[in-house]
């Protein structure tokens, strides 16, 4: 048998799982009924920390931010500054919880001869020059962005080098709410400077399991995990780990006790020319999984192998965001080569509820397992329906 680890975009929930001896009709009937009452609770809950920590909703998914440009001392005398239009040069924050996404949208004029025939680099990106000299350049932005390297190359070969240095001063709006003070600006340095999420959780994952020689294995349990997440390289690399274990049998078939440990790892590439309010990553990773059984015969030992999962993420505009992802994972054991045949496939969808201390998510979870090793078949199919929190 194999393991059917979830993993999720930030705070997504993970659980393991086995699979159920009743026919499949019986097995969403009962699963239903489960859903309807833990979900219905769980969403008052969240929805109600949030009515009572801001009645308003101090979540805020547009902040402006003024910028200021400046020449650096780097930049030579014979070489012209670009006109910066101090008014249209802004860096731009949505967030929701402890996720925070933020982009410099910045306006020069580059006043050269024939200045269409130049172009802006800034590291892998180009922009376009318009006859009149004015440009626009959209990057992301955090806090250890303060200088700005740009390349003038023109069609005929000639390079300039500028050097400016950038600072956010003062926020210049925040939806129809006050102006905001040094505290809100030293808010959204530590929101920015923030790079390290803890994200525990607990679900309940119906598992159907079967196996050559064994009579199929049904079971509901508890699963716990908690999961960290660091932004190794911000804004576009992400690493985290999460780790799992059955937390409790609410029920099973045959005299088999079954428990699962797991521990994943991971890290993801967030694609910048996905436009807010989308996120898409795509994360690749390792992971291990083994099951204690009270039948040493029954069950599966020591399973690992490679994982990629692409993830999308929609933001609404009252903060709130719906998560889903893919995912594919040829498996193995120390007793059989990887192959493909041998694989999980999942889907997962995820609706996440910011408030101002801590972000809730539910989650609905499909997973199938296929494995053979010699002789001997497994397939596992679960569904989860899962809870966190992210601070």
């Known amino acids: 048998m194999i393991e059917i680890a979830k993993d999720f975009?930030?705070?997504?929930?993970?659980?393991?799982s086995v699979l159920r001896k009743s026919p499949l009709r019986i097995f969403f009937l009962q699963w239903t009924r489960i859903l309807a009452g833990l979900s219905v609770c769980f969403l008052s809950h969240a929805q109600d920390s949030a009515v009572s920590e801001s009645p308003k909703n101090s979540f805020k998914p547009d902040q402006v931010?003024?910028?200021?440009?400046?020449?650096?001392?780097?930049?030579?005398?014979?070489?012209?500054?670009?006109?910066?239009?101090?008014?249209?040069?802004?860096?731009?924050?949505?967030?929701?919880?402890?996720?925070?996404?933020?982009t410099a949208?910045?306006?020069?004029?580059?006043?050269?001869p024939n200045a269409k025939d130049w172009r802006i680099l800034w590291q892998d990106r180009e922009f376009e020059v318009k006859p009149s000299g004015v440009f626009k350049v959209e990057i992301p932005y955090d806090s250890d962005l303060s200088s700005l390297e740009l390349m003038a190359v023109a069609n005929t070969g000639e390079v300039e080098f500028h050097f400016y240095r950038l600072s956010v001063t003062a926020l210049q709006t925040v939806s129809p709410e006050k102006s905001a003070t040094s505290d809100a600006n030293r808010s959204f340095k530590k929101k920015i400077d923030k790079r390290f999420y803890?994200?525990?959780?607990?679900?309940?994952?119906?598992?159907?399991?079967?196996?050559?020689?064994?009579?199929?294995?049904?079971?509901?349990?508890?699963?716990?995990?908690?999961?960290?997440?660091?932004?190794?390289?911000?804004?576009?690399w992400d690493l985290g780990a999460t780790a799992f274990a059955t937390a409790f049998t609410l029920s099973h078939t045959g005299d088999v006790s079954v428990r699962f440990i797991g521990l994943n790892l991971r890290l993801g590439y967030l694609f910048p020319a996905v436009k807010d309010p989308w996120r898409f990553a795509v994360y690749g990773g390792w992971y291990y999984s083994t099951m204690l059984a009270s039948d040493q015969t029954f069950g599966y030992?020591?399973?690992?192998?490679?994982?990629?999962?692409?993830?999308?993420?929609?933001?609404?505009?009252?903060?709130?965001?719906?998560?889903?992802?893919?995912?594919?994972?040829?498996?193995?054991?120390?007793?059989?080569?990887?192959?493909?045949?041998?694989?999980?496939?999942?889907?997962?969808?995820?609706?996440?509820?910011?408030?101002?201390?801590?972000?809730?998510?539910?989650?609905?979870?499909?997973?199938?397992?296929?494995?053979?090793?010699?002789?001997t078949a497994l397939t596992s199919s679960n569904l989860t329906l899962g809870g966190g929190m992210s601070f």
């Open 9 to 16: 975009d930030t705070i997504a929930f993970m659980a393991p």
């Open 65 to 102: 931010w003024r910028v200021s440009i400046a020449a650096d001392s780097r930049q030579t005398q014979d070489t012209p500054p670009v006109i910066w239009n101090q008014t249209a040069s802004k860096v731009v924050t949505r967030s929701f919880g402890s996720s925070v996404d933020s």
């Open 105 to 112: 949208y910045l306006e020069g004029e580059f006043k050269k």
């Open 198 to 236: 803890i994200s525990p959780g607990l679900g309940v994952t119906m598992i159907q399991y079967t196996q050559t020689d064994f009579a199929p294995y049904s079971a509901t349990v508890l699963t716990a995990k908690v999961s960290a997440n660091y932004l190794l390289l911000p804004p576009k």
């Open 301 to 375: 030992l020591n399973i690992s192998g490679p994982q990629l999962f692409p993830t999308l993420r929609r933001t609404f505009a009252n903060g709130h965001a719906m998560t889903g992802y893919l995912k594919f994972s040829p498996v193995s054991n120390a007793l059989s080569l990887m192959s493909l045949s041998n694989n999980e496939i999942a889907v997962g969808l995820g609706y996440l509820i910011p408030t101002k201390k801590h972000t809730y998510s539910v989650n609905l979870d499909y997973a199938r397992l296929s494995f053979t090793a010699g002789a």
